[in-house]
């Protein structure tokens, strides 16, 4: 199974900061990287798709980058509603499997 | 619009069985793979297994083979995930999601279904 390592587990920001969250895999996963952004009690939201891709109606201030085994989430200047934990997912083989999670809270 | 309506909280005896279902509204099922993911209070998601409503061929999480069940109808655009011999590690909120074939992503999640088991 292909493990996915997220950094930091948690982090305090505040607005208007910029945030970069790190995700590896365990071995190369090329770009079959997705970014979910999950609120409590609800669903996850995809936020991108292969590495670098926004999903429609996301705002542009998230961004991807990364292939292989090391990837980034970025939040250009955070914003009250960007409070949440955020997820990322290989989708190169099943098991598909996920990070630990990245809690972003208020400083 | 796009929605998957999953049904409701459940309560279940050590031991027990539990059936989620997941109705798809505004699309066509057949070009959608369904993907069942659960996360236990206050922790991550973990991915538990697939079916292709098309054909109805399914692929499973290693730790939750011979213990759940994965079946569709495509007759009402439901897809079923069946867990048994429950134990309190199972309590979870039980997530359908889904994604389009030739795509590797979840574009669309149920609202869950909240699962606790407890004697």
């Known amino acids: 199974d292909i493990q996915m390592t997220q950094s930091p587990s948690s982090l305090s920001a505040s607005i208007g900061d910029r945030v970069t969250i790190t995700c590896r895999a365990s071995q190369d996963i090329s770009n079959y990287l997705n970014w979910y952004q999950q609120k409590p009690g609800k669903a996850p939201n995809l936020l991108i798709y292969v590495a670098s891709s926004l999903q429609s109606g996301v705002p542009s201030r998230f961004s991807g980058s990364g292939s292989g085994t090391e990837f980034t989430l970025t939040i250009s200047s955070l914003q009250p509603e960007d409070f949440a934990t955020y997820y990322c997912?290989?989708?190169?083989?099943?098991?598909?499997?996920f990070g630990g999670g990245t809690k972003v809270d208020i400083k | 619009q796009v929605q998957l309506v999953q049904s409701g909280a459940e309560v279940k005896k050590p031991g027990a069985s539990v059936k989620v279902s997941c109705k798809a509204l505004?699309?066509?099922?057949?070009?959608?793979?369904i993907h069942w993911v659960r996360q236990a209070p206050g922790q991550g998601l973990e991915w538990m297994g697939i079916i292709n409503p098309s054909g109805g061929a399914t692929d499973y999480a290693q730790k939750f083979q011979g213990r759940v069940t994965m079946t569709r109808d495509t007759s009402t655009s439901t897809v079923y995930m069946d867990l048994s011999s429950l134990r309190s590690e199972d309590t979870a909120v039980y997530y359908c999601?889904?994604?389009?074939?030739?795509?590797?992503?979840?574009?669309?999640w149920g609202q869950g279904t909240l699962v606790t088991v407890s004697s």
């Open positions: 999601a889904r994604i389009k074939t030739g795509t590797t992503h979840f574009d669309y």
């Open positions: 997912q290989q989708s190169h083989s099943t098991p598909l499997t």
């Open positions: 505004g699309y066509t099922i057949t070009p959608y793979y």
